[in-house]
């Protein structure tokens, strides 16, 4: 079952530093044989493992409504897959934790449909981050807005200030959580843009479901880079920050409706 | 004043004593390491991480979350993945797991598993392949 | 002018026991609640992802705000130097102190990790109003104890007037920072005013002084200490005059938004068609907590009559807990507008009105603040020379033709 580890103990005595490191290669091997689409990207943006992030770099999402399928939810199903969230229960509570939702929007004058997903918008300038008394909500140096849960103290004060109403409180005890992504009771949460996949050069789950479903609807990348996609997409054609009166600077903009 | 002082240090000597003399052999906790899972040595030596592994785990909470730094050494993940019981992958569950069974001897509450996984992950996925031939070479030891 | 005496509550009958046990009960389920909210989780209150602050909230912001309303007696003796209010002030002081910590036990006490206060205290995100208030609740605690000192030492007697200066800048300052805590939300329409600020800072006067009138006339008609009209008709007037300026700030902050033509849903929600909310806004808050107390409190004749006056402080009271229930719980249950100019629709309750049903638990934890605060009044006042012996016409004021 665990054959790793046995794999270099017999190799050698000395074994941490070692045996470490070869999982550690063999996990991207395997990673690499399993995605292939996916580690390719990631090679090209992975950063060292034992390298912090920098400002140098900012992740951020286009999302194009146009291309968002009415009725499709695989990013929704993706994110909470990948990150151990238990799907919205049905009828939907108000104490289901959603990371991901999809909004269902009609025109107001015209009666025009649209559908896009909204998660945390990952704003340059978070209110979450402004009101959290202990620093517990915190944006990381390459934009990504996150919770750190072990300074949390749940007083749900980010979520009284979020304009985008992108984050939940657990409101129950969970077991079984994700390796990847800690969470627990009495601590308020969010997208985290897949930060444990975006660290090791992939990219977020609801990107990859979306890509797969073939809609092609979410776009990841660095907003920082100029020859990046996305950035690229920005620069050339029209889209919308949600909230932009509010001058946060969001992360996450969109096209198309 | 003197009398109560030298009584109640007299009584906790006793009561050590006790402790330490008629229960000898269950003192301590018991602390299951399958070697099969967790090789020979820890990252560190055992007495330093006996006394350091919470500075450790907190130095590196702090590098993963804030700065994105992931490196495996000292990494709770590291921790769970040879210290699980080879039973059920776990390390808290009974005084017999790794983390619980410490902590319960030392009363020193756990705060890590309300959030973090307290299994193994199932290594199938990530390292099947270099490995399945070694292996057999592991349990012969 | 008589010297006055101060001395402790020596009643130790029946009644006083009764009343310390069924005070100490409230504060026992209180305290029971929050450990079944703890263990449980905030599953067990009527509390969700939509309407995050709920009933401990309305209990807590309350009982804060009301906080430092209730050391007016003493800033109008120390700063305004009104002899007649001096007597008053060491209950003031005590009040003031003993509602705090009743509102800051439920706000802790209601947190998702309560067993983490101690990193609320040593992580301090300097941008949060929320850890400004951590800063300003201590400062008032503080305050407010020397405050106290120097009134009821008479070798710190000097300081009397400094320390009463320093306490009553400091609980301006401090309901300005609760009003903050709302007036500083951008993403929400109710709250994003500055307006709040100052709002709190007079709604804190009303509920303030509401809670010390009935304090001190439950104190002294239970004591059978004299307690003159003099007093009450003073206080009874200021009193009025508060809850008129609560009503003043209440009518321009609905104005300037009925205005906007951004925030007329919201303002239709509140005012018309809200349900819960409607009926509390204008019967609970307005008629109740408002008009009605205010018709009492600014008539000579029936402000004479103490049932009236005490029913008339009962009702800012509860005026006071359905404006706060409008102003945080309405003020969540209106949708945020995500994207103005679309009707909106998901599984996470947009664009929809967000439902709240305060259960049990959570409502007994807010009344276990009450129950607290007004616990560590009477043990104060029993252990302690909070008291005038008289509070007769007389003794407080020679002057005063009764």
Known sequence: MNQPQNTENQAAQTVDEHRRNFIGTSAALAGLTIAPGVMVYGIAHSKPEQEAVTNKVRWGMLIDSSKCADGCTDCVSACFTENGVSLPSTPPKETDSQWIRKVELKDMRTGREQSLPVMCQHCEEPPCVDVCPTGASFKRADGIVLVDRHICIGCRYCMMACPYKARSFVHEELTDQSPDVPRGKGCVESCTMCVHRVDRGEKPACVEACTKAGHEAILFGDLNDPNSEIAKRIASKATVQLRADLALNPGVRYEGF | ?141 | MASITFSELKDTSSRYWFLAGLIGLFAALGLGSAYYMEHHGHIVTGMNNSIVWGMPHVFAVFLIVAASGALNAASIASVFGKMVYKPLAPLSGLLAIALLAGGLTVLMLDLGRPDRLIVAMTYLNLKSVFAWNVVLYTGFFTFVAVYLWTMMDKTMGAYTKAAGMAAFIWRLVLTTGTGSIFGFLVARDPYSTSLLAPMFIIMSFAYGMALYLLVLMAIYTGSGRPLGDAILQRLGRLLGVFVAAVLYFVFVYHLTNLYFTKQHAIEKFILMDGGIYTTMFWVGQIFIGGVLPLVILLNAKLRASRTLLVAACLMVVAGGLAQMYVTIIGGQAFPLNIFPGWQQSSSFFDGAIHHYAPSLPETLLGLGGLAIALLIVTFGVKVLRFLPASLADADVDPHTKA
């Open chain 2, 1 to 141: 004043m003197w009398k109560w002082t030298v009584g109640i240090i007299a009584v906790l000597c006793l009561s050590i004593a006790y402790a330490t003399s008629s229960s000898a052999p269950s003192v301590g906790p018991k602390i299951v390491i399958d070697k099969s899972r967790a090789g020979d040595r820890c990252v560190e030596d055992e007495d330093f991480m006996r006394r350091n592994h919470m500075k450790l785990l907190m130095h590196q909470r702090d590098e993963t979350m804030h700065k994105g730094i992931r490196t495996e050494k000292y990494s709770l993940k590291n921790c769970i993945s040879c210290h699980a019981s080879t039973k059920d992958d776990r390390v808290i569950g009974s005084d017999e797991h790794f983390c619980q069974g410490c902590h319960t001897y030392a009363s020193v509450k756990l705060d890590c598993w309300e959030c973090h996984a307290n299994k193994a992950r199932p290594k199938a996925a990530t390292a099947t392949l270099p490995a399945a031939t070694e292996s057999v070479a592991g349990e012969k030891k």
